[in-house]
């Protein structure tokens, strides 16, 4: 049977391909932004990347695009929560609508959000027929725009059902005790919510809001359908660096894929180890 | 709050739930829908046809899609199963290395591993194949799977087990008649999720698949990036089936205890 | 093979031969340029069958504008498959009199703010349409025909980035971006974000008019002063594990037959790399014969003012530069 004795034995398989895999692929990744296997191993490749200004604009834009998104996705996914939590007529259809997003490819997603919000996109056609523009110009830039907003409205819009419903599970199991014994010693409502539940939800928060944070920092496919042509998301620029035809600049695109993988975790280790 | 501000404001969060996939349903039975038309002056159903006729790649890759995702996440749940009982029940030395081992393909974005993974399989000789695309989706399904069967394993009373034991079953007995029933709701989340979560990669996909392994992510860049939005459209709705599908069967299990998973990255 | 990216084929072969792998994933790849510059350096091509291809004899290998790609020698190493030059496209309900040089092209812009814009390089025809500025203000293909000059890169490039970064101004959105791809600016044609459009294959525009992609109006047309033209190829990675059926496949993308199926109008109207005068009569009657999409421009018409491609330096340059001093 599984799982007697001892645990490793279960856990094992899983680690070894863990192991193989995810430790592997960044070994190699890492050999390569040395430069192995290439006859000239050494920094330069790191020494490249980290001296180029165009390598800090991308971090500090994926940094910005992963902030922002993190940040509103758990505010209005807290709100959606809190909306969802209490029932309402038609709370069933509303929770069912609500989890659409999490099955949606983030491929399909960014397609649709790049054919609602650009300017010749489906709004700015209601727009233009309601006769609020006059064409394409008069419509704000939303898409492949300099502060990225298409791409948090992407992550946003798919993050947002992700952080609420894990939040809603969570509400479920703390059930209705711990802010109705507040409320009968005298806590408003809005008081109960902000001293009591919240800090009970916290670390579920944090822990959803890192998935949140990593994926939208280090995701390929959606900048390169929503983003501006300079700066790129690092990951779009790490993408055109492993494509260039000079071979040169694939170690350069292994020492910013590491980059990302290195900045994604540093930070999130320091929003954990905050909590503790 | 009042109750008809909060059906207004659940109104507001669904329609801006559902507004990015209304142009792509429509581009889907449109011909050349272009500004300021709100809605396309031709309605056809010429792209569900070319997308099914003969010659298309769509059918094949629908095929192939389907396949990869039900032999990953089988896999993952093999593996994650175990994983994630020894978690959820034992405590033990190098308990939270572990676990930061198994979830670190969560918190380290793809792009960071997956040009390395592509040198482990060269090396491996599974670069080119269905069987390297299985194999490779297991790193970002099998984290979600172990996590949340070692949630479902945190509430499940072990004790059961014990007198089962005492009253004479054998071991698989009381995996097959005590466990199983007991952590079934839990299997069925987590490989549904582990499905979806395979149907949508693509750059893993890519990378190890080289081109060779055709399924409806890559198609519908391809199509995208070739500006055929009315093949875009189709391969999106495409996409978007299996997901449904799953959210109708377990809309219920998904909202309770266990619900740790990301939805599909 | 639904690879959006050359280059990202390149980097597969380049993977495996770097690991040692000896049956790769990638049988052929379609190339030209940069790509099959840096296939020959890395010894990633598979050289020295071309000429054992029985259609070889129906090209002309001694027309400079085959033998070289990019101005890198093909030696052996490539099969040509089709040639295509550079044309700009409007749309005659909304654009009467588009301009029809650079310079013209150059005013135009000032007069019309917002209507224009190009890729941003590294995409393929974005990096064309800069070089087409920046052969113009060379004066001509002449001044960069052959090795990569740095003084002489130094001087063009300065006045280049200078006109380009002067029309930012005028350019969609002011200049502080640019589209991504082209398929970014095909559908800002489309949906007239902008009024211009340019392609590296006018017969893209006669699919895209068939496909729905573009309206019926939509036209291809060359430039007085010329736009930029070349062949492109077929190469066999070095580790190719069906090299004998990639040469039959070259060697029936390289008939007579193939070539011209290939060149109608509702297949894909591109045009032929083999001398027609060599082939059946079959085939010499039909290329006479064929008809092309009203949207696209006549071959001969274009063909009339083709500049050579640069170097694959040069090129390489040329991008870098942009990057640098325009597209930030």
């Not at chain 2, 142009?23 to 500004?35: I, K, M």
């Not at chain 3, 199926?261 to 001398?275: D, L, P, R």
Request: hydrophobic share 50%; charged share 15%.
């Amino acid at each position: 049977m599984i799982g007697r004795g001892h645990p490793w034995l279960s856990l094992a398989p899983a680690l070894c391909v863990i192991a193989v895999l995810f430790g592997g692929g960044l070994v190699l990744g890492l050999a390569g932004s040395f430069g192995m296997g290439r006859g000239d191993a050494g920094l330069d490749a790191w020494i490249a990347v980290l001296s180029e200004g165009r390598v800090w604009r991308s971090l500090g834009l994926s940094l910005w695009i992963a902030f922002a998104s993190t940040a509103l996705s758990c505010v209005i996914g807290l709100g959606a929560a809190l909306l969802l939590r209490r029932r309402f007529p038609g709370q069933g259809m509303a929770r069912l609508l609500f989890q659409i997003n999490l099955t949606i490819p983030h491929a399909v997603g960014a397609l649709g959000i790049l054919w609602l919000l650009s300017q010749s996109g489906f709004l700015a056609r209601l727009s233009a027929g309601a006769g609020l523009i006059d064409g394409p110009a008069g419509f704000p830039a939303l898409t492949q725009d300099r502060f990225a907003i298409g791409i948090i409205a992407h992550y946003v819009w798919k993050e947002v059902p992700f952080i609420g419903l894990i939040l809603l599970a969570n509400m479920q199991s703390l059930g209705d005790d711990p802010e109705s014994a507040a409320r009968s010693l005298g806590a408003s409502p809005f008081g109960a919510m902000r001293l009591v539940l919240l800090p009970l939800l916290r670390p579920a928060l944090i822990r959803a809001g890192a998935i949140v944070f990593a994926f939208s920092f280090g995701a390929w496919e959606v900048p390169v359908l929503l983003g501006q042509s300079a700066p790129t998301a690092l990951p779009v620029l790490a993408w055109q660096r492993f494509t260039d035809p000079d071979l040169a600049a694939r170690p350069e695109a292994m020492a910013i894929a590491m980059l990302i993988g290195l900045v994604s975790a540093v930070l999130i280790r320091a929003a954990f180890a905050r909590r503790e | 709050m009042s109750t008809r501000a909060r059906v207004a404001l659940g109104l507001v969060l669904i329609v801006a739930l559902i507004a990015p996939l209304l142009p792509l349903a429509l581009w889907s039975v449109a011909r050349g829908w272009f500004f300021p038309q709100i809605l396309p002056a031709n309605w056809t159903f010429a792209p569900w046809m070319q997308a099914f006729a003969p010659r298309s790649e769509i059918p094949g890759a629908l095929v192939s899609t389907t396949l990869i995702a039900l032999a990953a996440s089988a896999l993952a749940l093999g593996l994650g199963i175990p994983a994630g009982r020894a978690l959820g029940l034992y405590r033990f030395r190098g308990k939270v290395l572990v676990e930061l081992a198994l979830l670190a393909p969560v918190i380290v974005p793809g792009i960071a591993v997956g040009l390395g993974i592509h040198g482990v399989f060269l090396r491996l000789g599974l670069t080119n194949s269905a069987l390297g695309v299985v194999l490779v989706h297991l790193v970002p399904t099998l984290p979600y799977v172990i996590f949340v069967m070692s949630g479902v394993f945190a509430n499940y009373d072990a004790e059961a087990e014990a007198q089962a034991r005492s009253l004479g079953a054998r071991p698989l007995q009381v995996l097959w008649h005590v466990m199983l029933p007991a952590i079934a709701p839990g299997i069925v989340v987590a490989g549904l999720f582990a499905f979806l979560v395979s149907w949508s990669q693509y750059i893993l996909t890519l990378t190890i698949g080289g081109g060779r392994v055709v399924t409806l992510p890559l198609l519908l860049y391809a199509q995208a990036g070739a500006g055929r939005n009315d093949q875009a459209g189709v391969l999106a709705m495409l996409s978007l089936a299996p997901g449904l599908v799953i959210l109708a069967l377990v809309a219920r299990q998904l909202t309770g205890r266990g619900m740790a998973i990301g939805g599909t990255r | 093979m639904p690879l959006s990216d050359t280059a990202e084929a390149v980097n597969i072969v380049l993977g495996e031969v770097e690991a040692g792998a000896t049956t790769g994933a990638v049988d052929m790849i379609w190339i030209n340029g940069e790509n099959f510059r840096t296939m020959k350096q890395g010894d990633l091509a598979w050289c020295g069958y071309v000429e054992k291809l029985p259609n070889a004899e129906l090209v002309n290998f001694d027309n400079p504008a085959i033998a070289n790609d990019f101005g890198t020698p093909v030696e052996g190493c490539e099969v040509p498959w089709s040639r295509v030059q550079f044309a700009f496209a409007h749309d005659t309900a909304r654009t009467d009199a588009p301009p029809r040089s650079i310079p013209e092209l150059l005013d135009w812009i000032a007069a019309n703010p917002g209507r224009f814009t190009y890729p941003a390089p590294p995409d393929f025809t974005g990096a064309a349409f800069v070089r087409h500025v920046f052969t113009h203000v060379a004066g001509g293909p002449d001044a960069l025909i052959g090795p990569f000059d740095q003084a002489r890169f130094d001087e063009v490039a300065d006045e280049t980035w200078e006109i380009l970064n002067g029309i930012e101004p005028h350019l969609w959105r002011e200049g502080t971006t640019y589209p991504t791809s082209i398929t970014q600016l095909q559908q800002m044609f489309a949906n007239q974000e902008v009024d211009l459009f340019f392609t590296y294959d006018p017969a893209e525009v006669g699919t895209a008019v068939v496909n729905g992609i573009f309206p019926e109006t939509a036209r291809s047309y060359g430039l007085r002063d010329g736009t930029l033209a070349n062949t492109n190829y077929m190469v066999i990675p070095v580790n190719a594990a069906n090299k004998a059926a990639a040469m039959v496949t070259q060697n029936l993308l390289l008939s007579g037959e193939a070539q011209l199926e290939k060149a109608q109008a509702e297949v894909w109207g591109a045009a032929t790399v083999i001398e027609p005068d060599r082939a059946s009569d079959e085939v010499q009657a039909g290329f006479a014969a064929l008809e092309r999409h009203p949207s696209v421009v006549s071959i001969e018409e274009l063909g009339q003012a083709a500049l050579p491609e640069l170097q694959a330096d040069w090129t390489s340059a040329i991008e870098d530069g942009w990057i640098d001093n325009v597209g930030n």
